[in-house]
């Protein structure tokens, strides 16, 4: 399952990597202008998707997005479902078959397979002359959330809502087996802003945190190579979040810059009240001199 609005210079990579690995696909777009739409089109004519729809919503709606690819998963009748972002390439830590390894876990009774989150970085050594953000992009850390991100399509499964996604009565059984998602949700300071702006505009109930500490500063976006591990393409991931140091320092900029556009929204708001306050004084006082002129 594949939700897309407008990533169209890391779709076409990512389109071929679920295709390669065997994955039959299906994408709902959400109104996407960037040429992604186009991009899962040619996907849908060469093999390389099983479905596609497209949605339109006012800004990006995630959960209808989510909802809506969930549904059209199911009515290829799946016996398990994968849910990635255009961003997101899972693989076996180890590099052996993804879908291979889902197979025997799934046999195996695991319900659950959770990727560790491995998130490349910009910095100062990316070659921008290189398109592919896998090629491009070498450095990461681990940074782990929480990821169920494989699992069997059971009766009552609940992908969308807050809670557990399992039925009542289902116990969570997770696969001991080490799975990564290699993300790269910023690519270029371009495609950052723009996402940023799009994630802003987003309910804040489902805005994520981790792009509160942003103020739109391109420099923000490129991260020391001294803060991160360096990969080789050689699955020796390493499970430590090198580039902590630089995130606090990132969260410790956005609260101060939050805190004072705080109190200037805090003396807007008195210099307001005292205006407020200031003009209903003098319409009390003028409806006390029409009273005393109309009284006989």
Same mark, same amino acid.
């Given at each position: 399952m594949l939700p897309?609005?407008?990533?169209?210079?890391?779709?076409?990579?990512?389109?071929?990597?679920?295709?390669?690995?065997?994955f039959p696909t299906v994408v709902v777009d959400n109104?996407?202008?960037d040429g992604s739409y186009e991009l899962c089109e040619q996907a849908l004519t060469d093999g390389r998707l099983e479905a596609l729809e497209r949605i339109e919503t006012e800004r990006c709606d995630w959960r209808t997005?989510?909802?809506?690819?969930?549904?059209l998963a199911k009515r290829h009748r799946p016996d398990y479902l994968v849910l990635a972002a255009a961003d997101e390439f899972f693989e076996v830590a180890d590099g052996r078959d993804l879908l291979g390894a889902m197979r025997e876990d799934f046999a195996a009774g695991y319900n659950a397979l959770t990727p560790s989150n491995m998130e490349?970085?910009?910095?100062?050594?990316?070659?921008?002359?290189?398109?592919? +953000?896998? /090629?491009?992009? @070498?450095?990461?850390?681990c940074q782990q959330v929480r990821m169920t991100r494989a699992y069997p399509c059971v009766p009552e499964l609940d992908?969308?809502?807050?809670?557990?996604?399992?039925?009542p009565g289902l116990e969570r059984r997770r696969s001991p087996r080490k799975y990564v998602s290699r993300h790269y949700p910023f690519r270029t300071p371009e495609q950052a802003l723009r996402k940023l702006e799009r994630m802003?505009?987003? +309910?804040? /109930?489902?805005? @994520?945190?981790d792009y509160l500490r942003f103020s739109g500063d391109p420099t923000e976006f490129l991260t020391k190579t001294s803060r991160l591990f360096r990969y080789r393409e050689d699955h020796a991931w390493k499970y430590e979040d090198k580039a902590m140091s630089a995130r606090l320092s990132q969260t410790e900029k956005a609260l101060a810059r939050f805190h004072g556009e705080l109190s200037e929204l805090q003396a807007e708001h008195t210099a307001l009240q005292q205006e407020h306050t200031a003009l209903q004084a003098k319409h009390t006082a003028l409806l006390g001199m029409l009273e005393a002129r109309s009284a006989p």
């Open positions: 897309v609005r407008d990533e169209a210079d890391v779709l076409p990579y990512n389109l071929d990597w679920y295709a390669d690995g065997g109104g996407s202008t997005v989510l909802g809506a690819v969930f549904r490349f970085h910009m910095t100062e050594r990316d070659d921008p002359a290189e398109p592919n +953000p896998l /090629a491009r992009m @070498r450095y990461y850390t992908i969308v809502g807050p809670g557990s996604i399992f039925p802003s505009d987003r +309910p804040t /109930a489902y805005l @994520r945190h």
